[in-house]
């Protein structure tokens, strides 16, 4: 509960600071298509990027935030028994960046090449049970598994680069393209046990840790935006 009042509260910061500080306004919708993960999508509308200043006419520094629901989420350093299936999902990711921003702009478009880092934190996280069986009768090479696993998640770090361009149909309200590649990951030790065997033999149940296992927060983001000029 502490960790979702908190993120309501950065939402609440980070949108006050965009309508009082900056000059424009804009509102994106995002896409993210998670590495070994299923396609996901931002909560409509929050999702405000492009909130910062400029260090003269080629140079500014930006931040924001994006609200995903997350359809599933890989889970890596599960030792030999990695999965290219999700494992973790759906759940609720929260994504925050700050980048550093090179762009050339004209009257009526904006050419931006940027990157940096970027914070994530995932909340209403649920296992794929499904999957991780399927990776445990792959590695064991069983006919039946059945797992039980607890986890425990934390925040996540990581950076990422990409590109945007702009082009202001008229002098008040502009259209954006936006593309974003996000490397990173965040401490998700998994605990717990699975059973399982052959058809024709008996039962095996072993305990497992998971200790040094990570959510993985790599993949591709493509954004649409309107900005207003106010």
Same mark, same amino acid.
């Given at each position: 509960?502490?960790?979702?009042?908190? /993120?309501?509260?950065?939402?609440?910061?980070?949108?006050?600071?965009?309508?009082?500080?900056?000059?424009?306004?804009?509102?994106?919708?995002?896409?993210?298509?998670?590495?070994?993960? @299923?396609?996901?999508?931002?909560?409509?509308?929050?999702?405000?990027?492009?909130?910062?200043?400029?260090?003269? =006419?080629?140079? /500014?520094?930006?931040?924001?935030?994006?609200?995903?629901?997350?359809?599933?989420?890989?889970?890596?350093?599960?030792?030999?028994?990695?999965?290219?299936?999700?494992?973790?999902?759906?759940?609720?990711?929260?994504?925050?960046?700050? !980048?550093?921003?090179?762009? @050339?702009?004209?009257? =009526?478009? %904006? &050419?931006?090449?940027?990157?940096?880092? &970027?914070?994530?934190?995932?909340?209403?996280?649920?296992?794929?049970?499904?999957?991780?069986?399927?990776?445990?009768?792959?590695? !064991?090479?069983?006919?039946?598994?059945?797992?039980?696993?607890?986890?425990?998640?934390?925040?996540?770090?990581?950076?990422?680069?990409?590109? !945007?361009?702009?082009? @202001?149909?008229?002098?008040?309200?502009?259209?954006?393209? %936006?593309? =974003?590649?996000?490397?990173?990951? /965040?401490?998700?030790?998994?605990?717990?046990?699975?059973?399982?065997? =052959?058809?024709?033999?008996?039962?095996?149940?072993? %305990?497992?840790?998971?200790?040094?296992?990570?959510?993985? &927060?790599?993949?591709? !983001?493509?954004?649409?935006?309107?900005?207003?000029?106010?």
């Amino acid at each position: 509960m502490k960790k979702i009042l908190l /993120a309501l509260l950065l939402i609440i910061m980070l949108t006050q600071t965009r309508q009082s500080a900056a000059q424009d306004v804009g509102i994106s919708f995002s896409y993210f298509l998670p590495k070994n993960g @299923y396609f996901s999508t931002p909560i409509s509308p929050f999702s405000i990027r492009g909130i910062g200043f400029g260090l003269g =006419n080629f140079v /500014a520094i930006q931040t924001g935030f994006s609200l995903y629901r997350m359809s599933g989420m890989n889970v890596k350093d599960m030792g030999d028994l990695n999965s290219k299936d999700p494992i973790v999902g759906p759940n609720f990711t929260l994504l925050v960046p700050l !980048e550093l921003v090179l762009q @050339y702009i004209t009257d =009526n478009q %904006e &050419f931006k090449i940027k990157g940096g880092g &970027f914070a994530f934190q995932t909340f209403d996280n649920r296992l794929m049970n499904g999957n991780i069986d399927k990776a445990i009768r792959s590695f !064991e090479g069983w006919d039946v598994a059945n797992s039980d696993f607890d986890f425990d998640s934390s925040l996540g770090l990581g950076y990422f680069f990409g590109a !945007e361009y702009v082009i @202001y149909v008229t002098r008040q309200w502009g259209l954006s393209f %936006e593309v =974003n590649y996000f490397i990173g990951d /965040a401490d998700f030790p998994l605990n717990g046990s699975y059973t399982g065997g =052959n058809s024709i033999g008996p039962l095996t149940t072993r %305990e497992v840790n998971f200790n040094d296992a990570k959510l993985d &927060f790599t993949g591709l !983001e493509i954004s649409f935006g309107v900005i207003i000029t106010q």
